[in-house]
């Protein structure tokens, strides 16, 4: 019995223990599903919220590239009369295409046809030759980038485009760059610009200071083919610098590489400027004749001032920029005559020309060994002029003979009647209108009685210094 008591309360411990235990591998499993589950949720929920950011992003994009073009084809708000901001017509914008040959066609839509019609009208033989021309133009300010946009429209084939600075709101008086380049490279400003107005033009931006040793190494090889150092592969380098420095530069890289190159400039006070053509050997090179501050010994840097500006006149930039180029079309397409040195004088309306000859005594020794070498190329040219300039004096001969205008040039005839007597002159033998008379007789028929109405008393007697005295008596009144 007492084992059966033993065993009685001990049974309901035993089943309680039986039931407890599921109990707990159930709540395990549950902990470890619902962690299972946590950590899923949490996995997708990355994952949708990583894939709902690329959606914001995606839409973003699209909306600012809607907005970009709903900006370009919005109508332009233009005044009216009453001051009312109105919507113009002329608004959408217009992507200026590549054009594979140029085309002397006569259409709306061809930006070469008015280029093309100096060869049909004789001026240049080929135009299309341009495009086979490559420039490299240093200084993208005031003057060079008006250059730069010209020989863009004129269709260069390669434009190369050095300067170190960035634009300013202070470059605003210029031509060429707008307010919303402010702080952008002047070389990625002008070729951000370029490319949209003729897409055929091959860029090259060089955001650099050629003055440093090391840009002028990097200045020497981005002109020269494969970077060698040696040979050029640009027809021709414009100087449109504002400083001694960099154009002595530009000197020496073009002497060492035998390159042709023109210089240009502004005065300080902008009313004046120059364009100046350098072929080493044959012409003067910069320092063949130094300007007159460098030749007098005074440092250049030194006559800059704190808060003070040179002057800076569009016109004045835009007329020398105008020379610059024309005389480049000149050179790269063989019309014309290339001018050697043009100065212009806003004052006077000035232009000086002259040629300058190189310096036998020039402090650049690569300089006088060119001048060795292309010796006999000045002579032939001194000779061409000479002859030129003979040929030019028979031609200034007669001046009536037949041309297909029939305009001649014939000697006056006295009119009938002239010299008569009286005092009357030869021109007074012409008739004259009515109301018209001429005011003095002929000088060799006034009669005695004019002269003693018109003689002026002296006396024999006074001498200089009596004269000379009363003369100083009438000033002194």
Same mark, same amino acid.
């Given at each position: 019995m007492?084992?059966?008591?033993?065993?009685?309360?001990?049974?309901?411990?035993?089943?309680?223990?039986?039931?407890?235990?599921?109990?707990?591998?159930?709540?395990?499993?549950?902990?470890?599903?619902?962690?299972?589950?946590q950590?899923?949720?949490?996995?997708?929920?990355?994952?949708?919220?990583?894939?709902?950011?690329?959606?914001?992003?995606?839409i973003? &994009?699209?909306?600012?590239?809607?907005?970009e073009d709903?900006?370009?084809?919005?109508?332009?708000s233009?005044?009216?009369?009453?001051?009312?901001?109105?919507?113009?017509?002329?608004?959408?914008a217009?992507k200026?295409? %590549?054009?594979?040959?140029?085309?002397?066609?006569?259409?709306?839509d061809?930006?070469?046809?008015?280029?093309?019609a100096?060869?049909?009208? *004789?001026?240049v033989?080929d135009?299309?030759?341009?495009?086979?021309?490559?420039?490299?133009?240093?200084?993208? *300010?005031?003057?060079?980038?008006?250059?730069?946009?010209?020989?863009?429209?004129?269709?260069?084939?390669?434009?190369?485009?050095?300067?170190?600075?960035?634009?300013?709101?202070?470059?605003?008086?210029?031509?060429?760059?707008?307010p919303?380049h402010?702080?952008?490279?002047?070389?990625?400003?002008a070729?951000?610009?370029?490319?949209?107005?003729?897409?055929?033009?091959?860029f &090259?931006?060089?955001?650099?200071?050629?003055?440093?040793?090391?840009?002028?190494?990097?200045?020497?090889?981005?002109?020269?083919?494969?970077?060698?150092? %040696?040979?050029?592969?640009?027809?021709?380098?414009?100087?449109?610098?504002?400083?001694?420095?960099?154009?002595?530069?530009?000197?020496?890289?073009c #002497?060492?590489? +035998?390159?042709?190159?023109?210089?240009?400039?502004?005065?300080?006070?902008?009313?004046?400027?120059?364009?100046?053509?350098?072929e080493?050997?044959?012409?003067?090179?910069?320092?063949?004749?130094?300007?007159?501050?460098?030749?007098?010994?005074?440092?250049e840097?030194?006559?800059?001032?704190?808060?003070?500006?040179?002057?800076?006149?569009?016109?004045?930039?835009?007329?020398?920029?105008g020379?610059?180029?024309?005389?480049?079309? %000149?050179y790269?397409?063989?019309?014309?005559?290339?001018?050697?040195?043009?100065?212009?004088?806003?004052?006077?309306?000035?232009?000086?020309?002259?040629?300058?000859?190189?310096?036998?005594?020039?402090?650049?020794?690569?300089?006088?060994?060119?001048?060795?070498?292309?010796?006999?190329?000045?002579?032939?040219?001194?000779?061409a002029?000479?002859?030129?300039?003979?040929?030019?004096?028979?031609?200034?001969?007669?001046?009536?003979?037949?041309? &297909?205008?029939?305009?001649?040039?014939?000697?006056?005839?006295?009119?009938a009647?002239?010299?008569?007597?009286?005092?009357?002159? &030869?021109?007074?033998?012409a008739? #004259?209108?009515?109301?018209?008379e001429?005011?003095?007789?002929?000088?060799?028929?006034?009669? +005695? %009685?004019?002269?003693?109405?018109n003689?002026?008393?002296?006396?024999?007697?006074d001498?200089?210094?009596?004269?000379?005295?009363?003369?100083?008596?009438?000033?002194?009144?």
């Open positions: 007492s084992g059966e008591g033993e065993e009685g309360p001990s049974s309901p411990g035993k089943e309680q223990q039986d039931v407890t235990h599921p109990m707990k591998a159930f709540s395990s499993e549950l902990s470890k599903l619902q962690s299972q589950v950590a899923l949720q949490s996995t997708k929920l990355q994952e949708q919220v990583s894939k709902l950011r690329e959606s914001v992003k995606s973003n &994009e699209r909306v600012q590239a809607a907005a709903l900006r370009k084809d919005a109508p332009v233009v005044a009216d009369s009453k001051g009312v901001a109105t919507a113009s017509k002329y608004s959408r217009v200026r295409e %590549k054009i594979a040959k140029m085309s002397a066609e006569v259409k709306d061809n930006p070469y046809s008015r280029l093309m100096l060869q049909r009208m *004789g001026i033989k135009y299309e030759k341009i495009r086979d021309k490559t420039v490299a133009v240093v200084g993208i *300010g005031g003057v060079g980038s008006v250059a730069c946009e010209m020989l863009t429209r004129c269709g260069v084939g390669g434009l190369l485009m050095y300067d170190y600075d960035t634009v300013e709101l202070a470059n605003m008086n210029r031509l060429f760059f707008r919303e402010a702080g952008m490279t002047k070389t990625d400003a070729v951000k610009t370029l490319r949209e107005i003729n897409p055929d033009v091959n &090259e931006s060089y955001h650099m200071n050629i003055t440093t040793v090391d840009g002028f190494e990097k200045f020497v090889a981005s002109i020269t083919r494969d970077g060698d150092g %040696k040979t050029p592969r640009v027809d021709l380098v414009l100087s449109c610098v504002d400083n001694y420095e960099a154009r002595m530069v530009i000197n020496q890289a #002497l060492e590489l +035998e390159q042709t190159w023109m210089e240009s400039g502004v005065s300080e006070d902008a009313v004046s400027g120059h364009i100046q053509m350098i080493p050997g044959v012409t003067a090179c910069f320092e063949c004749v130094p300007p007159l501050v460098v030749a007098s010994g005074i440092d840097k030194t006559l800059k001032r704190e808060g003070v500006c040179a002057a800076s006149l569009p016109t004045t930039m835009g007329m020398v920029a020379f610059l180029v024309q005389n480049t079309l %000149k790269l397409l063989n019309f014309g005559e290339v001018s050697m040195y043009l100065g212009y004088n806003a004052m006077k309306d000035f232009f000086p020309t002259m040629d300058i000859q190189p310096n036998p005594g020039c402090t650049n020794a690569a300089c006088c060994k060119l001048q060795t070498k292309y010796a006999g190329e000045r002579d032939r040219r001194k000779k002029k000479e002859a030129k300039d003979v040929e030019v004096e028979e031609d200034a001969g007669a001046l009536h003979e037949d041309n &297909e205008w029939s305009i001649s040039v014939v000697e006056e005839e006295a009119p009647g002239a010299g008569g007597q009286g005092g009357e002159s &030869e021109a007074q033998g008739e #004259l209108d009515e109301g018209i001429f005011s003095m007789p002929k000088a060799d028929a006034i009669d +005695e %009685k004019t002269l003693e109405e003689a002026v008393e002296t006396n024999d007697d001498d200089v210094d009596d004269l000379r005295a009363q003369l100083e008596a009438l000033n002194s009144k």
